[in-house]
């Protein structure tokens, strides 16, 4: 049982940064993935980023690669989206979400949504072109 609880968003301009933020609480829950998916109106919500706990090897989606960065703060249970160079494209609602499987290849590296068990309520990133 975890939750997550997203912080950071809000209305910037395009080429402007955000950091999100995702703190975890809870117990009987040992996540392996944690991941960040966002979903723009009127599209399905799709995978950002996610980082290996343990590793903390990351990955990306094409669209977001050398702008955003997945990062963990293991101390603080918390990990974080920095997020710059932004895009109008990249405006839509963005969560976090935890996953007990090892972001591999052949799941997606942690980039399909169904590969979670928890999931934050959002927090919203609009950017104005």
């Known amino acids: 049982q975890v939750q997550l609880v997203e912080s950071g968003g809000g209305s910037v301009q395009a080429g402007g940064s955000l950091r999100l933020s995702c703190a975890a609480s809870g117990s009987g829950y040992s996540a392996n993935c944690m991941g960040w998916f966002r979903q723009a109106p009127g599209q399905e919500r799709e995978g950002v980023a996610a980082?290996?706990?343990?590793?903390?090897?990351?990955y990306y989606a094409d669209s977001v690669k050398g702008r955003f960065t997945v990062s963990q703060d293991v101390a603080k249970d918390t990990v974080y989206l920095q997020m710059n160079s932004l895009k109008a494209e990249d405006t839509g609602m963005y969560y976090c979400a935890a996953s007990r499987t090892y972001p591999l290849k052949s799941t997606g590296y942690g980039l399909l949504e169904e590969e979670y068990d928890y999931w934050g309520q959002g927090t919203q990133v609009t950017v104005s072109s």
């Open positions: 980082i290996a706990t343990h590793s903390t090897n990351t």
